[in-house]
Nanobody
Framework: QEQLVESGGGLVQPGGSLRLSCAAS????????MGWYRQAPGKQREFVAV???????DFADSVKGRFTISRDNAKNTVFLQMNSLKSEDTAVYIC??????????????????WGKGTQVTVSS
């Protein structure tokens, strides 16, 4: 079945860096938007970054200038490079993708995929 699998989370000191990866697999016709959300304990899930099929990007104000998002279309993979990490970046980071699936009959249809999440902990 179609799924997203994240990797690269872990423990890092304040000011350090981490690179997250998210790979899509399954019978996916194409991928439109692909990005990241995060959720800290007791808080609402919040948007972090997105990259569209054409390469344009958007970031949450809290991470602008520190995070970079990129993608490898041949591998259906999105990356999140996180630099100058702060304690408030601690959260479960969840991958999201707006994909298109091709049915037996008719045109491709849009489908929203979510990963299980990977823990990022920023602490000294």
């Amino acid at each position: 079945q179609e799924q997203l699998v994240e990797s690269g989370g872990g423990l890092v000191q304040p000011g350090g860096s981490l690179r997250l990866s998210c790979a899509a697999s399954g019978s996916i016709f194409s991928i439109n938007n692909m990005g990241w959300y995060r959720q800290a304990p007791g808080k609402q899930r919040e948007f972090v970054a997105v990259i569209r099929s054409g390469g344009s990007t958007d970031f949450a104000d809290s991470v602008k200038g520190r995070f970079t998002i990129s993608r490898d279309n041949a591998k259906n993979t999105v990356f999140l490079q996180m630099n100058s990490l702060k304690s408030e970046d601690t959260a479960v980071y969840i991958c999201n993708a707006e994909v298109y699936l091709l049915p037996d009959v008719g045109p491709p249809f849009k489908y929203d995929l979510w990963g299980k999440g990977t823990q990022v902990t920023v602490s000294s």
